[in-house]
């Protein structure tokens, strides 16, 4: 496979330097830990939001730390979970007095990292809680997970709790509004081919050239099936037709449409299966009040996308709204 890569063991150290290197002034990078930071961290009188996970998948989460988001990030190697000194140095980067909040994927290695830092942390009077996130509603259970994986769906947690956080909000609060978020978001994805690790240099499972991986994770996993491709219309709808069902979304609903890229998807395909996504959306009588094209998190290179659907009320709305700054310097 043909890529911009180095020694693929220095992959990770040298995205995460290019980010510190374009944000120096909003940014720092604490090599031993592999942690993106927010330069002005910790922030008094603030709860710190943490997250960490496999690298891969960026910009999710290294590009998702400013004022209004992340606090900091740990990712750990491609498609690893950090170990749990670097959460645990990632936690005493950022905490205050208000607490911190730490953000899971629900992926077993993450799972492990994450719970064996805060209780390290407790030891040490640090005042630290887990919100798990698990928006997939491919799977139940897979090889990765212990019940359903978090994907796409996390970058509305990450953005409700980061806004309800800069705005002062109690810890309490603020992990109260992240799960329901997360209990309000749902998401599905299909990838087109396999993605490749640097390490690896070769697709993680075979794809023929008419095949589709639905219901794919974001590392690779199997979904619920593999079948022939077919027209982007007809795997939208499916798509639209499992995520709305599993909630159930119901008509009238005010929702969020994000469709994500996983990572080598031109954004002009993005935007055909949004314009069909939010045609279905509306004909089973949904209001689609905020849309999301683009990379949000990715699987490296595989050819691909998801749809995530956030239920809004006012509140959450507000909080996709709020004001925030990233390396992205989108939102």
Known sequence: MK??????????????TGIARANPHTLRYEPEHNLIVRADAPVPNKVAIVQGSGSGHEPAHVMNVGPGMLDVACPGDVFAAPPVDYVLAAI????????????????TGDKMAFE?????????????????????VAVQDSTYTVGRRGVAGNFFVIKAVGAAAEQGHKLDDVRSIGERVNANTRSLGVALTACSPPAKG??????ADDEIEFGVGIHGEPGRRREKLRIADEIVDEVIDTVVA????????????????????????????YGHAHDRLVEKGLHVERSYVGNYCTALDMAGASITLVELDDEIAALLDAPASTALRIY
Do not use: C, H
């Open 116 to 136: 064996m830092a805060q209780e390290l942390a407790s030891d040490e009077g640090i005042d630290a809680q887990l919100l798990f996130i698990d928006d997939d």
């Open 92 to 107: 005493r980067q950022v905490a205050t007095d208000a607490g911190v909040l730490l953000l899971v994927n629900n992926y």
């Open 202 to 207: 070769a697709p993680l499972f075979d794809l």
């Open 3 to 16: 890529r911009f890569v180095n020694d693929p063991k220095d992959f990770v150290a040298e995205i995460l």
């Open 246 to 273: 599993d909630k159930p979304y119901a008509s009238g609903t005010r929702v969020a449409l994000m469709v994500n890229g996983l990572g080598a998807t031109p954004i002009s395909e993005l935007y055909l299966l």
